[in-house]
């Protein structure tokens, strides 16, 4: 063998040499590409998952569900307020005979003292109405609602009913109504009263003033009352308490008074 077939030979060994080298490089490229990838995917998979918001085997609720359920109202405020656009609510006391619109003048709290509350002609027994110092909204810690008696059993007559304790044991709330609530009051005391003008005569934007009255009417300093013990609801600053205020037969310097707590206040159809 010759000097150059010597040298042919070393140059197909060296040429198979580099090929495997090439080949090694190649297979090492591939497999760090693959690794790189796996790797790669594997982290976007982690984080997108990790990023959905967690799948709960809870039923989803119904659009329904935790919905507040109205309450039926039964007064036709919108044709009321087109006889008169003076009637703003509806009471009714249970066990009574009183069950009627309830009116504000908004330019003469004596108006409703002698006028009727549909029509607002002369009416000797006038209507069931509140003045101008109170909100029609029932939010004030003390609204008092005035009404007529002695004219049969009309208007507030029957609220004297109240004054006997077995009446007053089974009979606990009035409603009123107003357009879109209707408000539930239990009976807290019925009592007779002095004459004084209860809303000029106690200064309610002073919380001690609003917190001594109630303390009053909890325990009424009367000869005639009535007085339920036990609430369903504490009587405190946050309180609504409804006053419903009437004249006693043949006693011009008397009042009889039933008051209320407000203990439900519920959105209406």
């Known amino acids: 063998m010759n000097e150059n077939d010597n040298e042919l030979q070393q140059n197909n060994a060296e040429n198979k040499d580099n090929k495997k080298k090439l080949k090694l490089i190649l297979l090492f490229i591939i497999v760090f ?28 609720p119904s659009t329904t569900q935790g919905a507040q359920e109205l309450a039926e109202n039964p007064i036709d405020f919108k044709s009321l307020q087109k006889e008169n656009s003076d009637i703003y609510a509806w ?15 908004l330019e003469d709290d004596s108006f409703y003292l002698k006028h009727d509350a549909y029509t607002k002609e002369w009416l000797d027994k006038g209507a069931v109405y509140t003045e101008m110092i109170n909100h029609k909204s029932f939010n004030d810690a003390i609204t008092v609602i005035y009404g007529h008696n002695g004219y049969g059993d009309t208007m507030f007559t029957t609220l004297h009913y109240f004054e006997k304790k ?6 606990s709330e009035f409603v009123i109504y107003t357009k879109g609530r209707k408000l539930t009051y239990q009976i807290i005391s019925a009592f007779k009263y002095d004459d004084r003008h209860i809303m000029n005569s106690f200064d309610f934007a002073d919380m001690s003033v609003v917190e001594e009255f109630q303390s009053f009417i909890q325990n009424p300093d009367s000869a005639v ?16 308490i409804v006053i419903l205020s009437t004249c006693i037969t043949n006693q011009k310097s008397n009042r009889y008074l039933v008051c209320g707590v407000l203990v439900k206040d519920e959105k209406t159809n």
Do not use: M
């Open 225 to 240: 009352k009535n007085v339920r013990k036990a609430l369903d609801t504490t009587v405190d600053r946050n309180s609504n």
């Open 33 to 60: 590409v693959v690794v790189f990838c796996g790797v790669y995917y594997g982290i976007q998979l982690y984080y997108n998952n990790s990023s959905k918001p967690e799948i709960t085997t809870t039923t989803a």
């Open 91 to 105: 009471i009714k006391v249970d066990g009574t005979k009183i069950d009627y619109p309830i009116v504000q003048s």
């Open 166 to 171: 077995d009446f007053f044991d089974k009979h």
